[in-house]
Nanobody, 125 residues
Framework: VQLQASGGGLVQAGGSLRLSCAAS????????MGWFRQAPGKEREFVAA???????????NYADSVKGRFTISRDNAKNTAYLQMNSLKPEDTAVYYC????????????????WGQGTQVTVSS
């Protein structure tokens, strides 16, 4: 699986951005898609994850710091996952990475097998 993240940029505090993660392969729907972020000098941290199955649809998990502001979603027909980020804060500034794995909706970084290249999000105050 190859992942390509896009959609980052510079935005003022309170603004919005939507990140996209395009995946290769024909088994996209079987993978949990996750978003992580890494700020300068900090560890890479979990942001959100979404998994899908045919009997219950999508299940999601969010870090407490983004609950109510960020929404993760996926379009299996387009092999793409999204992260809608609203009410952005300066502390959301980081490189955002998408990841894929067969992992439920775990927040554990090491459980994900595939990683995209990252996209920079900068929130100015």
């Amino acid at each position: 699986v190859q992942l390509q993240a896009s959609g980052g940029g510079l935005v003022q505090a309170g603004g919005s951005l939507r990140l996209s993660c395009a995946a290769s392969g024909r088994t996209f729907s079987t993978y949990t898609m996750g978003w992580f972020r890494q700020a300068p000098g900090k560890e890479r941290e979990f942001v959100a994850a979404v998994m899908w199955n045919s009997w219950s649809g999508s299940s999601t998990n969010y870090a407490d710091s983004v609950k109510g502001r960020f929404t993760i979603s996926r379009d299996n027909a387009k092999n793409t996952a999204y992260l809608q980020m609203n009410s952005l804060k300066p502390e959301d500034t980081a490189v955002y990475y998408c990841a894929a794995g067969v992992v439920g909706t775990t927040s554990t970084r090491g459980a994900y097998d595939y990683w995209g290249q990252g996209t920079q999000v900068t929130v100015s105050s």
